[in-house]
C-alpha cells in the first residue's frame, strides 16, 4: 500500500443524511478541505436507496492509495457495497466494508483518516465508536 491518507465514503439511503454526516465528520475532525471525504446517498436521481454507482464514484474519488473505508447506514446498503467488493473492480484497491456506527464511526474514521492513520487504524477507530455510551 502506498501512501496517502486514507479516504473515507460514507453510504447512506439518504443523499441528505450522507452529506451532512459527511459534512459534520469533516467540521468536527477539524480536517481542512482536502480531507478524503465522499457521500454517497440516495438513487442517482435523488430518491430514497443505494447506487452501485455512487458508491463506486464516491471511493474513486477520495481514493489516495491508503486505502479507502467504506461506512454504511441500513442493510441494503451493506449488501451493495459487498456486492461491489465481490465484483472485485468496482472499488479501488484496498477498499473495506468497516462495521461501525454510521455517524459516531464516520467522526471517528474521518478524525484517525486525518490524523494519518492507516486503513487498519481508521478501521478500528470507527468500530471502537460501537462502545460510546450515552448514558
Known sequence: MAGGTVGIVLVSHS????????????????????????????TPDGGLGTSSELIAGA??????????????????AVLTVKALLAEGD?????????????????????????AGGGLDAVEAAASEAYGYRKV
Open 90 to 114: 468496482e472499488l479501488p484497491p484496498d477498499t473495506r466494508l468497516v462495521d461501525a456506527p454510521f455517524l459516531e464511526g464516520a467522526i471517528a474514521a474521518v478524525v484517525t483518516a486525518s
Open 59 to 76: 471511493a474513486a474519488a477520495v481514493d489516495r492509495g491508503a486505502g479507502v473505508a467504506v461506512l454504511v447506514d441500513l442493510g441494503s
Open 15 to 42: 443523499r441528505e443524511v450522507a452529506d451532512s454526516a459527511a459534512a459534520l465528520a469533516v467540521a468536527l475532525a477539524g480536517a481542512g478541505p482536502d480531507t478524503p471525504v465522499a457521500a454517497a446517498g440516495g
